[in-house]
């Protein structure tokens, strides 16, 4: 079974590396994937897990999730400035989600709901645990990308390291509260709850790099096609 999944992921990495050179041989490529992100980056400064209202979460963790939405908020905006930047055109965020993240969501959401009578702190742990679990791709997800990107002369490199700095800021900040809002009898429904969670983030993985690919191969194949034609043309 587990080496199954690292088999998978292994093939996984294959794809999404290839992916995304070329996707950066061209802005419009470039634009493509951090539009990927700055989707991604909208989700998380909305996400409900921020609403620091709803949920009674303690003080040191309510002013903690202040300075992570204005994080994301952070990175959303360097995104659009450098897609803009690529495309010459202001970036619009869509403002909805796509229906794959809605169903990812749904599917989190109905997890933290069903786990969440297990601890102390009640819905604030399953949600804080599936914002780990996120965070954590998100890292995954940059990593990749900063090493791609290794040795490039482009604006977009500094720009992923500083967003991957956060993010593993993020991570260490939900592990760090896991730790404090846990009992140490609660601990194995926390694990059980972070199997469920990857799970679905696992699923999301395979779109996820089915997406890059695709997207890939249809930029490849548009800029191909505009090679061979245009010398004809002229
Ligand atoms: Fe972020
Ligand atoms: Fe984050």
């Known amino acids: 079974m587990v080496l199954g999944m690292e088999l998978r992921d292994a093939v996984l990495e294959r794809v999404k590396r290839p992916a995304l050179r070329v996707l950066h041989a061209s802005p419009a490529g470039e634009a493509a994937i951090l539009r990927v992100y700055l989707e991604g980056e909208e989700h998380a400064e909305r996400a409900v897990l921020l609403d620091t209202e709803r949920l009674a979460a ?23 400035a450098r897609i803009a930047e690529l495309t010459g055109k202001p970036a619009m965020a869509t403002g909805k989600m796509d229906p794959v993240s809605r169903w990812k969501m749904r599917r989190l959401e109905a997890i933290a709901r069903r786990a969440a009578p297990r601890f102390r702190h009640g819905l604030l742990v399953p949600l804080l645990a599936t914002a ?7 890292v995954r997800v940059f990593a990749r990308h900063v090493e791609v ?17 956060d993010e593993k800021k993020h991570v260490a900040a939900c592990e760090w509260a896991l730790a404090r809002l846990v009992s140490s009898q609660e601990w194995n429904d926390l694990q059980r709850l972070v199997l469920q969670i990857d799970r679905v983030e696992r699923a999301f993985g395979v779109l996820g790099a ?4 695709t997207m890939g191969a249809l930029l ?15």
């Open 210 to 213: 089915v997406i890059l690919f």
């Open 132 to 138: 780990w679990r996120m965070e954590r791709m998100g």
């Open 58 to 80: 303690p003080d040191w963790l309510a002013r903690w999730l202040v300075k992570h939405r204005a994080d994301e908020a952070r990175h959303a905006e360097m995104l659009k």
């Open 149 to 165: 990107l290794e040795g490039k002369e482009t604006p977009t490199l500094p720009m992923l390291r500083k967003i991957l700095r």
């Open 220 to 234: 490849w194949l548009g800029s191909s096609t505009s090679r061979s034609l245009t010398p004809a043309a002229t």
